[in-house]
């Protein structure tokens, strides 16, 4: 019989201390760090010291493609249903006819 993995064992427990300093300064090497742009560092800086500020701001405008988008699921709502109506009555007015009653 096949012996089954241990699934909550952690992937790191088999990697060599020497394999983790080469992963780590070959991320050192790769990845850069970016400066950020000052405008941003500002408005980061005026939003975390403001107590007035909101830390969430929904904006409240509509965009053209999600009017589109609710139309067209109340649209094709309306026509499934209408469909499925349909469909139920002509399959109970076919049953009648099939079936009548002496």
Do not use: C, W
């Amino acid at each position: 019989m096949a012996k089954k993995k241990d699934f909550k064992k952690n992937s790191m427990d088999n990697v060599k201390p020497a394999e983790l300093h080469e992963i780590e300064n070959f991320m050192v090497s790769s990845l850069q760090p970016v400066r950020p742009r000052p405008e941003f560092v500002q408005g980061l800086h005026r939003r975390l010291t403001d107590p007035m500020s909101p830390t969430v701001r929904f904006t409240r405008r509509y965009s053209s493609q999600f009017i589109l988008l609710v139309l067209a699921a109340v649209l094709s709502g309306i026509i499934f249903f209408l469909t499925a109506g349909r469909v139920i009555i002509s399959l109970v007015r076919e049953f009648r006819f099939l079936n009548p009653n002496p």
